[in-house]
């Protein structure tokens, strides 16, 4: 007697392939615009301690999945996926109100401006002799 625990699958693997290619688009985009953003307004000693903080929010938002996921206190998926689009509103509130507060810094351009630095010729070496003849 044969007993199927998991009905066959009725739709194609291959629809998953848009929401694939969605998802990594808008990773990308959301990737480079955060790192962008955080180098531009952070000083040169700082950028790896942003870099770091970025990356650990990403990580962050990865431990919140997994223990939803594993804690099974959501009877159906569809809830689950609706308490992610919930926090998804509470964090875009949270930015919205952070940034209407933001002070942006305005960086200049080096590439626009001609460069102020003079060039210095310096003054001979006169301990220097060169062995290379």
């Keep these: 007697m044969t007993m199927e625990v998991t009905p066959a699958n009725s739709v194609h693997m291959l629809w998953l392939v848009p929401q694939f290619f969605v998802i990594t688009v808008a990773?990308?985009?959301f990737s480079v615009t955060g790192n962008s953003f955080s180098f531009t307004q952070a000083p040169a000693s700082m950028r790896a301690v942003?870099?770091?903080?970025?990356?650990?929010?990403?990580?962050?938002?990865?431990?919140?999945?997994?223990l939803v996921a594993t804690a099974k206190g959501i009877p159906?998926?569809?809830m689950e996926f609706f308490?992610?689009?919930?926090?998804?509103?509470?964090?875009?509130?949270?930015?919205?109100?952070?940034?209407?507060?933001?002070?942006?810094?305005?960086?200049?351009?080096?590439?626009?401006?001609?460069?102020?630095?003079k060039e210095d010729k310096g003054s001979e070496n006169r301990g220097f002799t060169d062995t290379s003849m």
């Design 27 to 29: 990773e990308v985009m």
């Design 50 to 66: 942003m870099a770091a903080c970025w990356l650990l929010t990403i990580a962050f938002g990865n431990v919140i999945v997994i």
């Design 76 to 78: 159906r998926q569809s």
């Design 83 to 117: 308490l992610f689009a919930g926090l998804m509103v509470l964090d875009m509130l949270l930015f919205f109100f952070l940034a209407s507060s933001y002070t942006y810094v305005v960086v200049e351009d080096k590439d626009s401006k001609p460069s102020a630095i």
